[in-house]
């Protein structure tokens, strides 16, 4: 489809400033994440697979064979898995458990533990250290987490704050890597209101953030994204869990 030429101004401004918003459903998926997305060892994993979009998510973050990768809070190890495999042996990937999360989450520190020593995923490596001190043994290409940004705004994970989870992301990072947050959406204008309560986050609070950090916006992947949600319960309701409307943003470290 080619724009009118009204239109190609605007377009290439937008391009240029990385505000194109992007549907990774819409994008081709790479063959070597169509590969980590079948692999054996992640076949527990299959069922939820069309609910989470695990593959569009890992394609829109740019990983691939050989890549880096810090992944904050993992979980269940959901995504750890279809990185892990994605990035290959030549790969890396590292879980980061704070301190001030770990000791509400044992058993998924100890999943995670557990991962890293087995056959299948030997590229897996589970750094726990206090929230304020993130860090990283050598720089890497991607950074993600998903549904635990607004954490940083709570109490419990004092003194880390959103500001500076984004400084260390930043110097987690290779010049002109990514940074990939997923997480729930709140209405329009509530800021950091609904973190504690609700759990979730404004989009438009947490990209005046990262951006205040250094990084430059890049796009979003609209995979996620539910209009039916109301925005006004929280996200473990029964009437919306697993389905709530959930924002995927990139942010890229400028080269």
């Known amino acids: 489809m080619r724009l009118p030429a009204s239109r190609l101004l605007p377009f ?10 992007v549907n990774a459903s819409a994008s081709e ?13 992640r076949a527990g994993d299959l069922a939820t697979d069309a609910r989470r979009h695990g593959a569009d998510l890992v394609a829109f973050s740019e990983a691939k064979p050989g890549s880096s990768v810090l992944e904050l809070i993992p979980g269940g190890g959901y995504f750890t898995r279809l990185f892990s495999k994605t990035v290959g042996a030549k790969g890396h990937v590292y879980l980061a458990w704070p301190n ?6 044992r058993s998924d520190v100890e999943n995670s533990q557990a991962l890293a020593k087995s056959k299948d995923f030997g590229n897996v490596e589970v750094l726990v250290q206090p929230a304020e001190a993130l860090a990283v043994p050598h ?7 998903s549904q635990n940004y607004h954490d940083y705004n709570d109490k419990f994970m004092a ?21 990939i947050i997923v997480d729930h959406v709140a209405e329009a204008g509530s800021g950091m209101r609904d973190t504690d309560t609700l759990h979730r986050i404004d989009p438009a ?34 009437t919306i869990r697993g389905h709530t409307d959930q924002f995927a943003y990139k942010f890229r470290k400028p080269k």
């Open 100 to 105: 001030q999360y770990a000791g509400e989450a």
């Open 159 to 179: 003194p880390a704050t959103v500001d500076t989870l984004n400084r260390q992301v930043f110097a987690a990072l290779k010049p002109g890597g990514t940074w």
């Open 12 to 21: 290439a401004l937008a391009l240029a400033l990385g505000t194109v918003a």
């Open 205 to 238: 609070i947490v990209r005046k953030q990262v951006e205040a950090a250094g990084f430059t916006y890049v796009g979003e992947s609209k995979v996620l994204r539910n209009p039916a949600d109301g925005l006004k319960v929280k996200v473990f309701d029964k």
């Open 29 to 41: 998926v790479p063959a070597y994440v169509k590969a980590a997305a079948a692999d054996p060892a």
């Open 139 to 145: 720089p890497v290409d991607v950074v993600f987490t």
